[in-house]
């Protein structure tokens, strides 16, 4: 065998080591992503019920004390709170700056 076609097996071996790579690195981001968006929606689906609680006419207090926990623990989600005017009453999670910016659209 000749310096070349060792040459030339090294390449292609190197190449098919890229190719899986890449292809690892593709399907990894993949599944991250999907696993980072459904742990998103079940935390918004969370909060939505909970706000849903709060706003029912419940008087279980054990109810009421979950709901309110779970809105204090959000430090992700993105909440606006508005009146039926669309008056911005409150907002947690946002940009101060971006807030005041839609507001004034």
């Given at each position: 065998m000749n310096f070349y076609q060792?040459?030339?097996?090294?390449?292609?071996?190197?190449?098919?080591f890229a190719v899986s790579i890449i292809f690892f690195?593709?399907?990894?981001?993949?599944?991250l992503?999907?696993?980072i968006a459904s742990e998103e929606i079940n935390k918004a689906s969370e909060?939505?019920?909970?706000?849903k609680i709060l706003n029912s006419n419940t008087s279980d207090?054990?109810?009421?004390?979950k709901a309110l926990d779970?809105?204090?623990l959000n430090h992700t989600i993105p909440v606006i709170w508005a009146n039926a005017?669309?008056?911005?009453?409150?907002?947690k999670n946002?940009?101060?700056?971006?807030?005041?910016?839609?507001?004034?659209?």
């Open positions: 060792h040459r030339n097996r090294w390449k292609i071996l190197l190449f098919l690195t593709l399907w990894y981001t993949h599944r992503a999907e696993s909060i939505a019920d909970a706000y207090e054990l109810e009421l004390s779970k809105i204090k005017q669309d008056d911005i009453l409150a907002e946002f940009d101060s700056l971006k807030v005041k910016r839609i507001v004034n659209i």
